[in-house]
DNA sequence: GTCTATAGGGCGATAGAC
DNA sequence: GTCTATCGCCCTATAGAC
């Protein structure tokens, strides 16, 4: 038997939301978490930086879109890359998950001290977007502004997605932002 | 003579600044604050919610940004009067202030704490903006993704414009970043 | 693991403006 | 008198230092 009992990080993981979910962000001390998770405060803060951050953990998005940038064919244009990542995604991560995302957006929705750390997330997973472009020999501007406009369509697909009870796809609701997107930024364009 | 001396409020978001200057946004205590401001601690809490909050409270572009969109003609196309909007806002606002706004950007950008809030104040942005094309009775998809659009472009103009110190103006940031979305959207698109 | 600085909030007292 | 802003001391919890 092991010195401590394994897992820690998602013992203390599972613990929090849990609490979250029971009592609110704010009325869960990092205390309540720890005792729970069976272990000391400072073992909590030795695997999260800080309380917004336990609820952040399992988030495995960004890697998967610095590897799937990189692995694509050289030759892909930016978008159609991204836009193939956000279809496999959709479909293979979060539509088969939708009853734990929908309840952490409602978490993060009333929670600012969450709102924050969340809208955080969002700007990393465009700087990796960003990054990864530009490893690919884009221009770094060009690089910028599509991470910007991917990392925005998923994140308005996602709130139509969650707020939606009718049981419309992910994807469908991507393609929807997208046509109205195309169609916002054309208005007055030549052509 | 009063008791108290004026602009308590504008007297600490000064005090705040100065010192988040001088020795950075975290070695900055709001005691050190309070104590250049000539007032207590629990004042400072009055007029501010947390720390963070002192260094944002002087934007003005959400109050700005709704008068424009419910003054506007009730037949603009939504985004052609962001666009109006942004220009306006570019010229008057932002070009004639770029020293202190370069500045902020910099505290924001090494600080991830007022990263953070400044991320908030984009999302306060986007739906001040959502709501206002709501209330000209734009469908409620279509007012999110044009705010989220403008948001999304102004933000990455104003990156591109603080860190181009060749003194280009942020409306041609602006003209380019729009160029490059509108380009990035139409690939792969049909007509 | 314990200790401490700091954030942030609760509450009543106080002192001016009106 | 009422209203409002400040003060001053209380407290808890976070987060990092030792």
């Keep these: 038997m092991a010195r401590w009992a394994p897992d820690t990080r998602e013992r203390l993981r599972a613990a929090a939301v849990e609490l ?58 930016p978008f159609d890359l991204a836009w193939t990542g956000l279809r496999t995604l959709a479909a293979g991560r979060f539509e088969p998950r939708r009853p734990e995302i ?46 910007g406009v991917v990392v925005e369509l998923l994140q308005a697909a996602l709130e139509q997605w969650a707020a939606d009870d009718t049981g419309t796809p992910l994807i469908d609701h991507l393609e929807r932002v997208r046509a109205e997107m195309a169609l916002v930024l054309d208005v007055g364009g030549p052509r």
């Design 20 to 77: 979250f979910v029971e009592r609110g962000f704010e009325a869960t001390t990092v205390s309540d978490i720890v005792e729970r998770a069976g272990v000391t405060r400072r073992t909590f803060f030795r695997h999260f930086a800080d309380k917004r951050e336990v609820f952040f953990s399992g988030d495995e998005i960004p890697r998967l879109a610095a590897a799937m940038i990189a692995a694509a064919p050289a030759d892909s244009p």
């Design 102 to 147: 929908v309840a952490a957006r409602r978490l993060i929705e009333l929670e600012p001290a969450l709102r924050e750390r969340d809208l955080q997330k969002q700007a990393d997973l465009r700087e990796v977007l960003t990054d990864g472009y530009r490893e690919r020999g884009i221009d770094a501007l060009r690089a910028r502004i599509v991470a």
